[in-house]
């Protein structure tokens, strides 16, 4: 099994940034994809940007020209990195992943979630 650990979450004043990080550890899987995901109060769970295997890369919408999706491969971390950031960015991050163990078993993964506040 896989365990995801986010971090580097916090509180950032409207125009700034902000880097997470998601920390996947465990055996026997190769990843098949990892992304992000972001719950606003009152809000569903919404898809902000994927990273593929292969290093493919894709945004919502909302965070396009802002965020940026990227994986370390030797420490096995995927990292979202947010500029621009606004008040409606404002979120619950959650790391999610999809493991490949066999032909037929994938398994999807999530982190615990990590607190994003933008506010002056």
């Known amino acids: 099994q896989v365990q995801l650990v986010e971090s580097g979450g916090g509180l950032v004043q409207p125009g700034g940034s902000l880097t997470l990080s998601c920390a996947a550890s465990g055996t026997g899987f190769r990843v098949y994809a990892m992304g992000w995901y972001r719950q606003a109060p009152g809000k569903q769970r919404d898809l902000v940007a994927t990273?593929?295997?292969?290093?493919?890369?894709d945004y919502a919408d909302s965070v396009k020209g802002r965020f940026t999706i990227s994986r370390d491969d030797a420490k096995n971390t995927v990292f979202l990195q947010m500029s621009s950031l606004k008040p409606e960015d404002t979120a619950v991050y959650y790391c999610?992943?999809?493991?490949?163990?066999?032909?037929?078993?994938?398994?999807?993964?999530w982190g615990q979630g990590t607190q994003v506040t933008v506010s002056s």
């Open positions: 990273i593929l295997a292969g290093g493919r890369v």
């Open positions: 999610n992943g999809v493991f490949q163990s066999d032909v037929y078993t994938f398994r999807t993964y």
